[in-house]
């Protein structure tokens, strides 16, 4: 569907943060940390629709 934009350190900065904010939800700290599902998704997907719409792209160089 979409194309992979997303990789390297970004890809995992946005697993660990992601995860981080849903343990927090679920241990009580506020129902607005399950926002941490979008950029869970988005790093395990290896896609974000943002960087698509903004022409950004962190995955290495394809030769």
């Known amino acids: ?3 992979n934009n997303v990789g390297g350190l970004d890809k995992i900065l946005r697993i660990v943060v992601g995860a981080l904010l849903i343990v927090g939800a679920l241990m ?3 129902w607005w940390m399950w926002i941490g599902v979008v950029p869970l998704a988005t790093g395990l997907l290896g896609t974000c629709p943002l960087y698509s ?8 160089m394809k030769k």
């Open 1 to 3: 569907m979409f194309a």
């Open 28 to 30: 009580g700290y506020g």
């Open 53 to 60: 719409i903004l022409g950004v792209n962190t995955c290495p």
